[in-house]
């Protein structure tokens, strides 16, 4: 018995997408590239809280009157102009910084 070959069944071809008018002038269509996405938003870093500031050496009248006498004894021996108010800052000044450093020739009270 000779053999048949099956019919073959055509598939229908893909419909190529329909076609819409254009308008004068009008562009094609251009894909834009994706936007970069923008990073997480993450909290702002806290700015460190400055350091309490240290408080001002407690400077007794008796001490600022020492230095300022060292000075003015200096100041009249070298000649240099001023007066006993500059020295008085003067004195103020050094003993702030001494204590300050911790380093100065502090003495206590007591000491003469």
Do not use: H
């Not at 894909?31 to 400077?59: E, M, Y």
């Not at 020492?66 to 100041?75: K, L, T, V």
């Amino acid at each position: 018995m000779p053999t048949r070959s099956k019919p073959t069944e055509k598939k229908p071809a893909a419909k190529a997408p329909a076609k819409t008018p254009k308008a004068a002038g009008a562009k094609p269509a251009v894909a834009k590239p994706a936007a970069a996405k923008p990073a997480k938003a993450t909290k702002p870093a806290k700015p460190a809280k400055p350091a309490a500031p240290k408080p001002a050496p407690v400077l007794s009248e008796a001490e600022i009157a020492r230095r300022a006498y060292f000075i003015a004894e200096d100041r009249y021996r070298t000649g240099r102009p001023g007066n006993a108010e500059q020295d008085w800052i003067e004195a103020e000044q050094q003993l702030r910084v001494e204590a300050a450093s911790a380093k100065g020739p502090r003495r206590k009270s007591g000491d003469a």
